[in-house]
């Protein structure tokens, strides 16, 4: 394997150019460091709305339950109703 000398690695252009390409890194570092602080705030976003919908659904199948129980009731009730409508009904006939 060759082995590369400082002036083989030494940049081929003037200060002004490597001054203006070390601030391009420079920009590029802290843009990288912005992508990955906003990618780690939505990775926690995310996390807190998964945790919310998780529990909205808890909520919904508790509702859903809640409803199935309430419409039961309501028919044994309507049920009741309508026995007690017809045994006034023969009451009232006699």
Known sequence: MPVNTEQELAFQGSPSEFTSLEEKIYRT???L????EGKAAAERDLERVR???????QEVDQLKGEIV???KEREEVKSRV???VGQMDV???Q
Do not use: P, T
Request: glycine share 4%; hydrophobic share 45%.
């Open 33 to 36: 460091k912005h992508a990955r």
């Open 51 to 57: 945790e919310q919908l998780e529990l909205r659904e």
């Open 82 to 84: 309508e026995k007690l």
């Open 91 to 93: 009451l009232i006939g």
């Open 69 to 71: 129980a309430l419409r």
């Open 29 to 31: 570092i802290e843009l």
